[in-house]
């Protein structure tokens, strides 16, 4: 039987480099941003809704950060490019075929993302118990390409 929706095994090992590279510069970005600041341009995106500069309120310790929607705003972009690099070969990677791909690779693949969808939902159950605020929003952007990790 063909597999229909694996992509081809010479794939494999370019996007999973790429996986572990960005994964990498995407860690070390989120750790201190400050060393991508020459190469990461602030440039006009699209943004359906986004925050523009900040607006001090009635005090001067307030900041109100004015939502803009359907716009043209100016962004730092490079935590975006990894991102969807990230993801892009990540897919890629989990998605490739093996040299042989029999029955019981198709079997153990099948296995191996339902584990990784029940261990990535379980962990982010728990982090709706353990993180609140800002930190949870990181839980969030490491959960949408965590089943990729696990699988």
Known sequence: MKE????????????GLIFLLSLLLLTVFVINSDLF???????????????GQPVYGEYSET????TH??????????DEILFILLIISGIVYAFSKEKIEDEMIRQIR???LAWATYFNYFILLACYLLFYGLPFLYVL?????????FF
């Open 110 to 112: 099948l296995e191996s």
């Open 37 to 51: 600041s020459k190469i990461n341009p602030e440039v006009p995106v699209f943004a359906i809704a986004g925050n």
């Open 69 to 78: 929607w359907f716009e043209l705003i100016y962004n730092e972009i490079l």
């Open 141 to 149: 952007m490491i959960a949408m390409f965590s089943n990729l990790l």
């Open 63 to 66: 900041i109100i950060l004015q």
């Open 4 to 15: 229909k929706f694996l992509f081809p095994h010479k794939f494999r090992n370019i996007s």
